[in-house]
């Protein structure tokens, strides 16, 4: 069965990636189809059929690649795989590849110590097959055989290695400049310090250098060939924060195992005070440095002077002076620092949310351009503060930064005075069914309530006392209100009576009234009781007025009776001395006659003197 090759992507977990490897590593046995000789330089040799092996000495710490893809100049009809054995053994090696460049296998193996292996070229699952194939071999240099490459190391550290397979370098002249057996590359970090890098105790005969800059424009730091005996040590003041590149290579064409130790001796740096100085808009600070005799300072810009252990910086803006001294033991410079911060000053604003109120109204005041904010008058914090002046007034915040730094700003509130509303009545009080003018004044315009009235003057006709409130707006937009209660009387339960309800024609009757303080009968009189003689049956009104001059009205009927038609005659109208005559009168009921106070229908009256009799009728 041949597998086949597509493109699946699996979400496959890392701890899972190395089981090709493991699973698929118990190639073992073959055919020794010969012996080859890695070099650093791609070879080929021909694979007879799968499952043939091939055996070489390795050398401990090399890297050897073994390949069938075209790229290294391998090839192959079948799929094949790639296992690494030990040859006195036959075991595992820990070098294998299955398929790499399609279904061709790719191998590198790092050797992990001198001995004699194979390399066993299979067929799929680790079979056999008689198809012949075409295997790349080489040894690979060090990982770090060029500048590019460079492995990091610390300070102190110890490192080994070795330059058997490095190729030679190109690289500036830096004191030794013999570099024909190749070397590897190594780079540290400067800290400031004087540092050593040293090659005693490696096996052969040793060259260093030592460079700055960068892998393309390399700056020579020093270099040595012979320092202890024939390995090499170089020292160098290093610059903080300055990358070192070091080559290590061999005398001539020389390679071998190397054990590169790196170590420091600690450069005293001068003492600062301040070392850091902070000011708002500009300033003036006093730096002073000890340590050493001599002392330079840079860079000179707002410096009083660049030597002595005492300098006096006004910077135009923030600055961080170095002052470089030598350090007594190393004899490597030494610097320190002071930083003057010049903190720009905060431009602070300061806005009202109105900047016209009326008497008794409130504006919210903002700052900006800062962190934190004081406002006076009134001395409140905040970022945003609500003031209630009661005349105008100028507010000014005071808003200091993140640095310390304060600005300030003002912004003023014009406060327009409550205008002077007042409200009156005419009249100042009324009677039911009455109305009053409504008058204010102190302002442009108004409004009544209730009612929803408006204008200077409005009329009212409440039926109960009531509380008339008026709000005045001036030309500023200010408003304030004024109320006035005006008081409803009721009116007076006026009563009249008459002291005779029925009388005769030409009777008196009188009339009454009450409820009131005064009163005015229809008959035009003032009087009350009011006496009135009607002639026939009358009605009369009284309007009666209170104290609180509120009038009201009732009425009265006199019932008049008309008088009977009485009339009288006399037998004898004429009579003689001493006679007599019989007076009879009629229309009525009863009769008196007068004078004489007789009674009767008839009378004989004996007058001696002529007299005028007159009878009185009264009828029922």
């Not at 009265?556 to 003689?576: D, H």
Request: with cysteine.
């Amino acid at each position: 069965m041949k597998k086949t090759l597509r493109s699946i992507l699996l979400a496959v977990p890392a701890s899972l990636l190395l089981l090709p490897s493991t699973v698929n590593a118990q190639c073992s046995g073959g055919t020794l189809a010969g012996n080859i000789v890695p070099t650093t330089t791609i070879q080929t040799v021909t694979v007879p059929s799968g499952g043939s092996y091939f055996t070489f000495t390795g050398v401990a710490g090399a890297t050897y690649m073994f390949s069938f893809c075209a790229s290294e100049g391998g090839s192959a009809s079948f799929d094949t795989q790639l296992t690494i054995l030990d040859d006195a053994t036959g075991n595992y090696a820990g070098g294998y590849n299955d398929d790499w460049c399609g279904l061709q296998s790719y191998l590198t193996w790092a050797c992990p110590s001198n001995a004699v292996y194979r390399v066993l070229a299979s067929q799929y699952y680790c079979t056999t097959n008689a198809t012949s194939a075409t295997m790349a071999y080489k040894i690979m240099p060090p990982p770090n055989d060029d500048c590019v490459n460079a492995t990091y190391i610390g300070v102190p550290s110890t490192v080994v290695g070795n330059t058997i397979y490095a190729n030679p370098d190109v690289a500036p002249t830096c004191t030794t400049s013999d570099a024909a057996g190749g070397g590897v590359w190594y780079e540290v970090m400067g800290d400031g310090n004087q540092m050593t890098a040293s090659l005693c105790g490696s096996s052969f005969d040793t060259r260093l250098r030592i460079f700055s800059g960068s892998c393309g424009a390399l700056v020579c730091e020093g270099g040595n060939d012979d320092f202890c005996a024939t390995q090499s040590q170089v020292t160098w003041c290093s610059v903080n924060g300055t990358l070192y590149y070091i080559l290590v290579h061999g005398n001539g064409a020389a390679t071998g195992d190397f054990t590169l130790a790196m170590s420091e001796v600690y450069v005293q740096p001068p003492f600062v005070n301040p070392s850091v100085t902070a000011f708002c808009g500009s300033g003036t600070v006093t730096i002073n440095a000890s340590g050493s005799t001599v002392y330079n300072w840079s860079p000179a810009i707002g410096l009083d002077t660049t030597g002595g252990p005492t300098v006096v910086a006004t910077p135009p803006s923030t600055t961080t002076y170095t002052v470089a001294i030598t350090d007594a033991v190393t004899g490597c410079p030494a610097y320190n620092t002071a930083q003057v911060i010049i903190n720009p000053i905060p431009v602070v604003t300061a806005s009202a949310s109105s900047t016209l109120i009326c008497g008794g109204g409130s504006s919210t005041l903002t700052g900006g351009g800062a962190s934190s904010y004081t406002w006076m008058p009134g001395n409140l914090t905040g970022t945003s503060v609500t003031v209630t002046p009661t005349v105008t007034t100028t507010y000014t915040v005071t808003g200091v930064d993140g640095n310390g730094c304060s600005d300030t700003a003002s912004v003023t509130v014009n406060v327009y005075p409550i205008p002077p509303v007042a409200s009156t009545s005419a009249p100042a009080s009324i009677c039911i069914g009455d109305f009053a003018t409504l008058s204010a004044s102190g302002a442009n315009t108004y409004s009544w309530m209730p009612g929803n009235l408006t204008g200077q003057n409005v009329n009212v006709a409440p039926t109960t006392t009531t509380t008339y409130t008026v709000t005045g707006t001036d030309g500023n937009g200010c408003t304030a209100t004024s109320n006035y209660t005006l008081v409803v009387h009721p009116l007076p339960a006026i009563t009249a009576t008459a002291a005779q309800y029925t009388i005769c024609e030409g009777s008196p009757s009188s009339l009454m009234g009450s409820g009131g303080v005064s009163y005015v009968w229809s008959d035009n009189s003032t009087a009350n009781p009011d006496t009135t003689y009607p002639n026939l049956t009358t009605t009369y009104t009284v309007t009666g007025t209170d104290t609180n001059g509120c009038s009201n009205t009732d009425t009265v009927m006199v019932n008049v009776l008309w008088a009977p038609p009485v009339s009288a005659t006399a037998s004898v109208p004429t009579i003689c001395s001493s006679g007599g005559s019989v007076l009879t009168a009629s229309g009525s009921q009863s009769y008196t006659w007068m004078p004489g106070s007789m009674t009767g229908s008839s009378i004989t009256v004996t007058p001696s003197s002529t007299t005028t009799y007159t009878v009185t009728g009264m009828n029922s």
